[in-house]
């Protein structure tokens, strides 16, 4: 019928409608014609090798913009494998929606091609989830995935679409009723704010104290607060710490910024008032020795559930930039600021001063071969010198993400992309792909050892194909952690020469993956060599792979993480 359309085109219809503008995803039985379409409306696709890079990308993406990250599968495997994206959306609480085909609903139970019960699969891992059983259910159940995905806490949501139903017709002009019917019911959930007595209250704890201080992540990223962070900052006196996503917010050279000074911030506050960040692992959960047993934690939160969870000493249910507007107004209207001569401000600078020229002394020098810490100064500067907008970072690994985070330099908002919450290894190349789809005005740098790259090195390809400004910077030791650190009476047993389990071949040629598809490769080990490879690139603005030799001994088994070991 010439006025008819099919499942696979109410879907994309439907997402086109309700503003979706980029997909990622794995193209396949039966949701290659969902994809096509979609390009046909005007939704960018980018295709991947493997759903579960392009699920990092979604989730990535959903952070950046503050719109859900969409992620579409095949069935049964293709929905597994988007699982990783998906999960990692939920523990970072960052929208996306994940779409995958299904079986035909009437071979369930007997062995279809590709089948799984894929409600039931995803549950520990999405807010919502939700299968259109006929073809008119689409367009609802496309705005009941995409609405959630972004209110309250931001999450991953999932919808399952069953081959029958893509398979399934109907005419044009019974769709687009469906379609405006649906657009017209979606309601928003408004921006949560606490209540003004609440604001008094926390203004009144951060004015009486002696050490405070001001914790920010993540979450107050997505909230888009860092105009609201930082006019509180400079209003107060309050010295800072971003955890680190939440690098960039504020500028990391700040006069007030106390990341060189960490554990006396967190070790000496009185009160902590923190925005957008858990009191979890990365936070010590804001417990002793690490932290004052006496400390206040004013805790502001979109989340309800993770405030009862924490049990601070009071917090603000609500968006992170209304919150802090509100403190803001209420403290214009009886300022406070503790001023450079404040014995904690005093005591935190000093302090920072001593710990960054110890830290400068030790990047000034040129060590070769290559030690972590001379090519991510040579990095730190390039990343400096390209001024703004700022490139996006993106960095994992043990040791080259611990280093990089103390030695990158943050400028701007959302510009550091990492492990996260779930220290999720194998991001790298989604979330470079989503950072440049998401923020096509900025060059985005890759920092990651060669383990982070080795998951999803063939997505080199998904960044030479779509022609995307980002440099990929391997640091190579060889191996998970470097070289084998085994001591003599660990190597025994039958299959005592194989290479050691944190092994790589040694001084693999990484740069030419990318040769292999048209892109640029660059091989350095020395500090002059990896200054020309990132000018070159930095300028060029097209895919690029350096592959960095660091000395295998470099760095310490685990990284920071030793004491989980
Ligand atoms: P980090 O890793 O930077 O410490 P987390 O991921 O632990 O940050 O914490 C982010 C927190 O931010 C989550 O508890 C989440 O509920 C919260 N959050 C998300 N969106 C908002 C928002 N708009 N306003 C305030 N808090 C938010």
């Known amino acids: 019928m010439a006025d008819s359309l099919d499942g696979n085109v109410l879907a994309a219809k439907s997402f086109a409608r309700f503003g979706v ?8 039985i039966p949701v290659t014609g969902l994809a096509n379409r979609a390009v046909q409306l005007g939704i960018r696709f980018i295709a991947f090798h493997n759903e579960q890079s392009a699920g990092y990308a979604a ?70 989830s939700v299968k259109a059983i006929d073809i008119k259910e689409i367009p609802d159940c496309v705005a009941r995935v995409l609405d959630p995905a972004v209110s309250g806490r931001p999450g991953g949501c999932y919808l399952d679409l069953p081959t029958d139903v893509l398979h399934q017709t109907i005419t044009e002009s ?15 959930e408004a921006t949560k704010a606490p209540p003004s007595s609440e604001i008094e209250k926390a203004v009144s704890v951060l004015r009486k104290a002696e ?10 990223a997505y909230a888009r607060a860092e105009g609201e962070l930082k006019k509180l900052v400079e209003r107060t006196g309050i010295p800072f710490l971003p955890t680190p996503m939440g690098k960039g917010l504020v500028n990391d050279d700040h006069e007030l910024a106390a990341s060189a000074a960490r554990s006396l911030a967190i070790g000496k506050c009185d009160v902590a008032l923190v925005v957008g960040a858990r009191l979890n692992w990365l936070l010590h959960f804001g417990e002793s020795p690490k932290w004052d047993k006496d400390v206040k934690f004013i805790l502001v939160d979109v989340s309800e559930e993770e405030i009862k969870l924490r049990k601070p000493h009071l917090g603000l249910v609500g968006d992170a930039k209304k919150v802090l507007e509100m403190i803001n107004k209420e403290i214009k209207d009886d300022p406070f600021c503790l001023g450079k001569s404040h014995p904690w401000v005093e005591a935190i600078s000093k302090k920072v001063k001593d710990n960054v020229s110890k830290m400068e002394a030790q990047l000034a020098k040129d060590v070769v071969p290559f030690n972590f810490l001379t090519p991510m100064r040579i990095i730190r500067d390039a990343i400096l010198g390209v001024g703004s907008p700022a490139p996006v970072v993106v960095s994992e690994g043990a040791n080259t993400m611990d280093v990089g985070r103390s030695v990158l330099v943050q400028t701007e ?10 220290g999720t290894m194998g991001v790298g190349l989604g979330y470079c792909i989503a950072a ?15 383990s982070g790259f080795g998951f999803s090195a063939m997505e080199v390809e998904t960044l030479v194909r779509y022609k995307l400004p980002v440099v990929v910077i391997v640091f190579n ?5 470097g070289g084998d650190r085994r001591s003599p009476e660990e190597v025994s047993g039958p299959f005592k020469d194989d290479p050691a389990p944190t092994s790589f071949v040694p001084g693999a040629a990484y740069h030419t993956l990318i040769e292999a598809f048209g892109g640029k490769g660059y091989l350095v080990g020395t500090p002059d060599e990896l200054k020309s490879a990132l000018s070159e690139s ?28």
């Open 21 to 28: 503008t980029h997909m990622f995803g794995v193209v396949g």
């Open 413 to 422: 908002p959302r510009t550091r992309l990492d492990a996260g919450t779930w």
């Open 59 to 128: 989730s990535a993406y959903g952070y950046l913009t503050g719109r859900p990250g969409l992620l579409l599968t095949v069935s049964g495997p293709g929905c597994v494998h988007g699982l990783a994206g998906l999960s990692n959306a939920m523990i970072n609480t960052w929208p996306m929606v994940m779409i995958s085909g299904s079986s035909d609903q009437k071979d369930s139970g007997r062995g279809d091609f590709q089948e799984l019960d894929q409600i039931e699969a995803v549950k520990p891992f999405s807010k919502f």
């Open 436 to 450: 440049a789809v998401a923020n096509p005005e900025r060059l985005v740098v890759a920092v990651e050892g060669d």
């Open 211 to 220: 050490r405070p201080l001001i914790v920010f992540g993540k979450g107050a």
């Open 174 to 188: 019974e769709a687009e009723k469906l379609l405006a019917e649906v657009e017209k019911g979606r309601v928003f």
């Open 477 to 481: 030791n060889g191996g998970v952690y």
């Open 538 to 565: 930095f300028s060029a603005r097209k895919p690029v792979v350096i592959n960095v030799i660091i000395d295998p001994f470099a760095g310490a088994e685990s990284g920071r993480m030793q004491h989980k070991n």
